[in-house]
């Protein structure tokens, strides 16, 4: 099946720093990826919506010029927390999608726990 | 856009006792799909459920889509604490975001 990797599976930084995670799709071409986040205990909320060669789409209250989203290739998109704070401690998973709308799973990476001091 | 709600919030089962999650919307879904989500891990894709009044099996796992597609269930017959995590059905799906339930966090005592 299809294979999402995420890169790195955990980081602590201090606050103020930024923060870069790769989302990778190994084995197939990703024409849209999705950027989400996890508290603990709760669900995944979108952030934004990724595709290659274009600027990404944001959900209400995502602030675009903090959480940075670059899609360079249709196997790569990478999300920079800038300037990170506590807050911003979470989990963050990458989803990747080949196929046409509702037609299709997204393939899940393995997530990103970032862990602000 | 849409959402869905997913009841119960958490569910305790005896090993070897059923489990059903539900999820409900107030409008006509075009598909559902449903997760799993161990502790510590990422979604895993379970199924996607399309036409009304599907009812799909893997092995314990029934998955139904109601026959106004509004609503959807995931039932495990005798469970085992390999079934322990957080199941979430979702909207959407393909190039679409997914929408996702809040989640029935399912809990297993040997």
């Known amino acids: 099946g299809a294979v999402v990797s995420q890169h790195p599976s955990w980081v602590i930084c201090k606050s103020g720093t930024s923060v870069k995670i790769e989302c990778r799709s190994l084995?197939?071409?990703?024409?849209?990826m999705f950027w989400y986040r996890q508290f603990p205990k709760q669900s995944l909320m979108l952030m934004a919506t990724?595709?290659?060669?274009?600027?990404?789409?944001?959900e209400q209250g995502v602030e675009k010029d903090k959480f940075l989203i670059n899609h360079a290739s249709l196997t790569l998109s990478t999300l920079t927390v800038t300037s990170a704070h506590p807050e911003d401690s979470s989990f963050y998973i990458c989803?990747?999608?080949?196929?046409?709308?509702?037609?299709?799973?997204?393939?899940f990476g393995p997530g990103t726990r970032l862990l602000v001091l | 856009g849409q959402q869905v709600m997913q009841i119960p919030q958490y569910q305790h089962v005896q090993e070897g006792e059923d489990f059903t999650t539900y999820c409900n919307s107030s409008t006509t879904l075009s598909n559902i799909q449903w997760y799993k989500q161990r502790p510590g891990g990422h979604p895993v894709f379970l199924i996607q459920?399309?036409?009304?009044?599907e009812v799909k099996k893997q092995k314990r796992l029934t998955f139904q889509f109601g026959e106004a597609k509004k609503n959807s269930s995931l039932h495990i017959t005798a469970t085992q604490t390999t079934d322990v995590g957080t199941y979430f059905c979702a909207l959407g799906g393909g190039n679409t975001p997914l929408v996702f339930g809040k989640g029935t966090r399912l809990s297993v005592i040997a």
């Open positions: 459920l399309v036409k009304s009044g």
């Open positions: 084995d197939f071409q990703a024409t849209t």
């Open positions: 989803s990747a999608s080949a196929g046409l709308a509702n037609q299709e799973t997204q393939y």
């Open positions: 990724s595709n290659e060669g274009s600027k990404a789409t944001y």
